[in-house]
């Protein structure tokens, strides 16, 4: 459990329609850090997760997962380690109902019906959404959805969490409980997103992504004080760090 | 063009719901034998796609009036024919139990219609060979337009047929084809034209989604030679019955030609029904199942007195037990039903 | 746009309406599958010109919907909009069948009357009880059924996903449709010219949704089986509902139950 560490080294992708996402990227992220993947619309965030659990392969490079190379062999780990939220709840809530959708991973891993049950029942608890376990995906809220599909990630027990774009289409009391419920966990975290303010309050580390290069990579309050490097990445100061509208004092 | 379990009797419903039964076990057998899990998660959404665009309405040029698209053509376009014939019998099914569209004993007949017509006969036969491996938009606009066209006749004149060999409905075969066929000429063509633009877009924008290599490599040659078994099997079992039936009557066959002639026509249909009789005798499916010739107008007098011989005299008496028995039912269902009600609440 | 917007809404109403907890709604959902498949075969086994003695079989959707205690008005508006093609064809049949069979009376009833009867209260039937079995069971319920009466799981699978994404895609061909009428102006559907785009549209951006779903499943360990859970399993209960109703069948089937009771009163008038 030591080291679940996510290294990079000199990956490239390119799209089969031309389009080049990833150019020469290379970075390391150590056991349970929390880092904030930034950058403007098309930067190549997706692309970069999408590489983390499989789902892309580098056409250059390598992509190197606590110890374990990403290939095709390599890959039942690999998705076991790596837990994938989605941008789309409703792409990732497929089963009939919340319970369903939960136990979904524990029954492909071949866990027994009765751990099967404990873990969903801890898991929805941890989320709190148990009370909606029965109720079909399309009847919970925006950040019910959200947390459902956090809980139907970590029913597999993955020792990475990446996700993409969290507190999206969120109403401000359902992006504060996420964030207070991301803070609980001890998982190396990877988060892709817009919002730098929840970044401020999650992650220590910032790597800001610019036409598919990395365009600064380090603490996070240094690199939201550099306002030369977010405007060419096409990013603003978060709100809590730009000057006051009302008294102008920052 | 839903058939509705109102208008069809169990045996026929029954009938078509073993052979749609068997054909959807086969497709299944061959989209698991694909090993393309990805077509899991696609023909699922893409059920619920052709599921909601069947309720967008689109205007018909020059008439004011709209249509809507059927979308078995298109699937099998996207998904191949077992896919396809498999997404469509989902929907029907949600529609039959939701929306009451069709029913649950005609829901063989509909999956029939709808599934198995555009899926094993008017894509492989038509559509496939019209559009060729190196598709064009003209192609594809010709291919489309025929197989929809062709598709929605075959399903027309099933829905006839279906009807006819229920007995449910005393419209004769002449005038309900005539009504049929028209309608459904109409239908064909926007739905064609629908899915002509639709797959059009599709490979101006993605072809790699309509070449046949990238995306329907189960549709070898294979699978085409077992449609044609299927087909040839069907065509042999018809075939025996409708010979069977014929020997029994020499006429037998010409009630699909025949014109108006009563007489005829009124003679033949009770040799059907004697038929489906006696195959229900057979499989002893409620025995008293009661048919009925059904009558023809300019057979009116004739008809009068084999009807009433057909028919046990019904004095007026009895019908007015039946009328005041029937009254009394419906006022007791009425209490009965409000009684659970209160018992059900508390 | 008020056709996708009310299939939404119906899909809805119906989906409030099987989470309630009714004697009903607490059946094993494979018995009531059963049962409803039963009872559509018995109604629809009736001859053409049989009326009266199919009215007592009122009382099972009746009863259902009084103990389920499901609304008169949504069975009763689709019933509405199922009926008129299933009527107009009925309507013909006194057209086409003159032959005379009963006596009201001075009225003499021909063979179509009494059919297109037929066939009326046969579409209520078998409308009615189809609908009463998914505003009682649900969906996810009845697929659970079919897979235990040996539906292929394939094809169970096919019909969950699609229902599952139906509401997704519902809602978003809704806005799609509504952005459309906004710029347009004229409300009776979508021009010609749009067709391709329009449609084509929607249709590619549901395949990169398949695609990324497969995606999500693919992050789950999914290798192509999707676990199912199980329908629940058979008690007393459902043996007795199960015998009751086929019993109630089999009586209303073979005895005309409104003849007998009108013979016995109007007998005893006399």
């Not at chain 2, 087909?231 to 108006?260: Q, R, V």
């Amino acid at each position: 459990m030591s080291h679940h560490t996510i290294d990079l080294t000199n990956v490239f992708y390119t799209y089969p329609d031309g389009t080049t996402a990833l150019r020469n990227l290379s970075l390391h992220i150590g056991h349970g850090e929390a880092v904030a993947i930034v950058g403007s619309n098309g930067s190549g965030k997706t692309t970069l997760l999408s590489h983390l659990n499989g789902v892309l392969f580098p056409t250059e490079g390598a992509v190197n997962i606590g110890g374990y190379p990403v290939v095709k062999e390599t890959l039942s780990h690999i998705r076991r380690t790596v837990g994938m939220i989605f941008q789309n709840p409703d792409d990732q809530l497929f089963m009939p109902t919340v319970y369903d959708d939960v136990a979904f991973g524990p029954l492909n891993l071949g866990y027994p019906p009765l751990e099967v049950e404990k873990r969903v029942m801890s898991v929805l608890k941890t989320v709190g959404a148990y009370a909606l376990k029965d109720r079909p995906p399309y009847r919970l809220s925006g950040g019910q959805k959200r947390a459902v599909a956090i809980a139907a990630v970590l029913a597999m027990d993955p020792a990475i969490l990446v996700m993409d774009e969290p507190t999206a289409a969120l109403d401000p009391l359902a992006r504060r409980k996420l964030i207070t419920l991301l803070h609980t966990f001890s998982h190396t975290k990877i988060i892709a997103t817009h919002d730098l303010d929840m970044v401020l309050d999650l992650c220590k580390r910032t790597i800001v992504l610019h036409n598919g290069t990395i365009l600064a990579d380090g603490p996070t309050l240094e690199i939201f004080r550099n306002k030369l490097i977010l405007e060419q990445a096409g990013l603003e100061q978060p709100f809590s760090m730009q000057n006051c509208p009302v008294c102008s004092k920052s | 063009m839903h058939m509705a379990d109102a208008l069809i009797s169990p045996v026929v419903g029954g009938t078509l719901w073993a052979a749609t039964a068997g054909l959807a076990s086969y497709a299944a057998k061959k989209v698991q034998s694909d090993m393309d899990e990805q077509k899991v998660p696609l023909m699922g959404v893409l059920g619920a796609f052709v599921f909601a665009s069947q309720m967008i309405n689109f205007t018909i040029p020059g008439t004011g009036s709209s249509g809507h698209i059927g979308g078995g053509v298109l699937l099998a376009i996207l998904l191949g024919p077992h896919a396809a014939f498999l997404t469509i019998a989902s929907i029907l099914t949600v529609q039959a139990l939701f929306f009451a569209d069709g029913g649950l004993l005609a829901l063989g007949c509909n999956i029939f219609n709808m599934g198995f017509i555009p899926c094993y006969i008017a894509y492989p036969f038509i559509y496939k060979p019209l559009v060729g491996t190196t598709p064009s938009q003209r192609r594809i606009m010709l291919g489309s337009i025929t197989a929809a066209v062709v598709g929605l006749q075959l399903g027309a004149f099933s829905v006839v047929l279906e009807t006819f060999f229920s007995g449910i409905s005393a419209l004769p075969f002449s005038t309900f084809v005539l009504l049929m066929q028209p309608i459904h000429l109409a239908i064909g063509l926007i739905e064609g034209i629908i899915t002509a633009v639709v797959i059009g877009f599709i490979y101006q924008e993605a072809p790699q989604i309509i070449q046949p290599k990238a995306f329907n490599q189960s549709l070898g040659a294979t699978s085409i030679k077992k449609v044609v078994i299927v087909l040839f099997i069907l065509a042999l079992i018809t075939g025996g019955a409708l010979s069977w039936f014929a020997s029994s009557n020499p006429d037998g066959l010409e009630w699909s030609i025949s014109g108006t002639n009563g007489e005829e026509k009124l003679q033949e249909t009770d040799e059907i029904h004697g038929f489906f009789a006696e195959i229900q005798e057979k499989v002893a499916f409620l025995p008293d199942y009661n048919f009925k010739a059904t009558s023809h107008p300019t057979a009116a007098e004739e008809t009068e007195a084999t009807s009433e011989a057909a028919w046990p005299a019904v004095d007026p008496g009895t019908s007015v037990a039946g009328l005041v028995g029937s009254v009394i039912t419906l006022i007791l269902a009425y209490f009965i039903g409000k009684g659970l009600q209160v018992a059900a609440k508390r | 746009m008020i056709k996708l917007k009310s299939t939404w809404l119906d899909l809805r109403t119906i989906d409030d309406l099987a989470a309630q907890n009714t004697f009903i709604h607490s059946l094993n959902s494979c018995t009531k599958l059963v049962t409803t498949l039963a009872f559509i075969l018995f109604v629809t086994s009736f001859s053409n010109y049989e009326v009266t003695s199919l009215i007592p079989l009122l009382f099972y959707p009746v009863a259902l919907m009084s103990l389920g205690n499901l609304p008169y008005k949504p069975i009763a508006k689709r019933l509405l909009l199922i009926a008129p093609f299933i009527v107009f064809i009925g309507l013909l049949n006194p057209i086409f069948d003159k032959a005379p069979i009963a006596k009201l009376g001075p009225f003499l009833i021909t063979g179509g009357w009494l059919s297109f009867l037929s066939i009326t209260i046969k579409l209520l039937l078998t409308v009615t009880s189809a609908l009463i079995l998914v505003a009682t069971t649900g969906m996810n319920s009845i697929c659970s059924a079919m897979a235990q009466i040996g539906v292929p799981k394939p094809i169970v699978i096919q019909i969950l996903f699609m229902y599952r994404y139906l509401h997704v895609l519902l809602e978003e061909f809704l806005k799609t449709n509504q952005a459309y009428d906004l710029r347009s102006f004229k409300t009776t559907g979508i021009h010609y010219k749009a067709w391709g785009s329009l449609l084509g549209q929607l249709l590619l951006r549901t395949m990169d949704r398949a695609q990324r779903i497969y995606q999500a499943m693919l992050c789950r360990g999914f290798d192509g089986k999707v676990p199912l859970r199980s329908a629940a399993s058979w008690t007393k209960k459902e043996y007795v509902y199960l015998l009751f109703c086929l019993f109630f069948f089999l009586f209303c089937r073979f005895i005309n139950i409104p003849q007998t009771l009108g013979r016995l009163l109007t007998g005893g008038f006399q």
